[in-house]
């Protein structure tokens, strides 16, 4: 690992401060301190901003409307919004643009990237991520929503669940199963398929914290052209595995510093609390202070590695299980901090349901209890742990692979 930045690297960097301080209202404490309707706002005109200055595919080629600048310059990009508390684009950007964008990118026809592509960055064409079902969690390759292919078109059946963001997308990358009668990695394949048609229907999904995040999507004949498959008809198990290393290692820096500032939150928390002087506590925060900082080195590793390249290696898989682990721990810990206010919390919630809150979010005790819950699904979304566990010990040390019980045909494991 060589985590010393480069000097036009540095350079790009105060190019991205000076924009922010050129762009951002004065007195800006980030976007926890925006209610529901001004952070809708903010983001309605922050994003065209960032497609004006090329800032919103950084990595990309040019000849698809990125800044054709290095992955160094886009973990700068990330790094900065991060400290300054704004987003890198909408809600759905980072399906649109952090997961399909670069997994068209590594897989896509030509064909498919110049059309996509810049519909992504002009906000014509908004994803959401169809791969869980609500038999095929962990197990995903054990998914049976089908694909049948009807002359010049795919005919889609079957459901999709824990689709984040998907009633504000209109278009979905799905995983359907093209053929049955082969081992169940096989048969997958990776679709594109529009949202806004007959035979759609999308299903809003409130968690505990009262947040409407997910959705179940059912689809019932849909349809969508044949030459929508990415990577090759069967070879979708293959894409997937791409996009899910995006998904969990991606903009790894980014990692370190949210939950980092969250961290200092939850310091200044303890401190207004009377906690700070109790060693239990202390010790606690000490641990994450730890732990924050291995998920701060392990991003300079992953940049490091991907300076050639957009790949992500099974390595993504150690960033992910140490943060949803830790965000369990550090949110148990809020609790406690807060003690009695945590049985009946109050003021402002958090921006999200699910992940770190804001930068800039006051110290409520209700954003607090949110993040809580919003953490206990983190070990299981984007593959558990226990997934996580087998690709780190198999794929990236060498382990010999668990004894697989399934590796007939998906059909015949259906039927058993």
């Not at 206990?376 to 997934?387: A, M, N, V």
Request: charged residues 20%.
């Amino acid at each position: 690992m060589d985590p010393t930045y480069t000097d036009s690297s540095a350079a790009y960097r105060q190019t991205i401060r000076d924009f922010l301080a050129a762009n951002l209202p004065a007195g800006w404490s980030g976007m926890g301190s925006l209610s529901p309707d001004e952070r809708a706002e903010f983001i309605a005109r922050w994003r065209p901003l960032l497609a004006e200055n090329n800032l919103l595919a950084v990595a990309w080629p040019a000849e698809y409307g990125g800044a054709g600048l290095s992955l160094l310059e886009r973990t700068v990009v990330s790094e900065e919004f991060a400290k300054a508390g704004v987003p890198n684009g909408n809600d759905n950007d980072i399906f649109s643009i952090g997961m399909l964008g670069h997994t068209l990118i590594e897989w896509g026809t030509p064909e498919q990237q110049q059309h996509y592509l810049p519909r992504i960055l002009d906000g014509s064409d908004v994803w959401c991520q169809g791969y869980s079902e609500p038999n095929s969690g962990s197990d995903l390759a054990s998914l049976a929503t089908k694909a049948e292919l009807d002359g010049d078109e795919w005919i889609i059946n079957g459901q999709k669940i824990w689709t984040s963001q998907g009633h504000n997308a209109n278009w979905i990358f799905v995983l359907c199963r093209t053929d049955p009668d082969v081992r169940k990695q096989a048969g997958i394949s990776f679709l594109l398929c529009p949202l806004d048609q007959p035979g759609v229907e999308v299903r809003p999904i409130v968690n505990a914290s009262r947040h409407h995040d997910f959705n179940e999507v059912f689809f019932t004949d849909a349809r969508t052209a044949k030459e929508n498959v990415v990577g090759g008809v069967n070879n979708g198990w293959a894409v997937a595995n791409t996009l899910l290393a995006y998904e969990r290692g991606d903009d790894a820096t980014l990692t370190g510093i949210r939950h980092g500032e969250e961290l200092s939150r939850l310091i200044e928390l303890a401190r207004s609390n009377g906690k700070l002087s109790d060693p239990n506590i202390r010790q606690r925060l000490a641990w994450c202070h730890s732990k924050v900082q291995i998920m701060r080195f392990l991003g300079l590793r992953m940049v490091t590695n991907a300076l050639g390249g957009y790949t992500q290696g099974p390595e993504s898989s150690l960033n992910k299980l140490l943060w949803s682990e830790y965000h369990q721990k550090l949110t148990e810990l809020a609790l406690d901090i807060l003690g009695a206010d945590a049985l009946a919390p109050s003021g402002r919630d958090a921006a999200s349901g699910v992940g770190i809150d804001d930068v800039g979010a006051p110290p409520s005790s209700l954003a607090w209890v949110t993040n809580f819950m919003g953490a206990r699904p983190g070990t299981i979304y984007s593959g558990s742990s226990e997934i996580q566990r087998n690709i780190v010990g198999e794929r990236v040390l060498g382990l010999p692979r668990e004894p697989r019980a399934d590796t007939g045909a998906w059909n015949e494991t259906v039927r058993s």
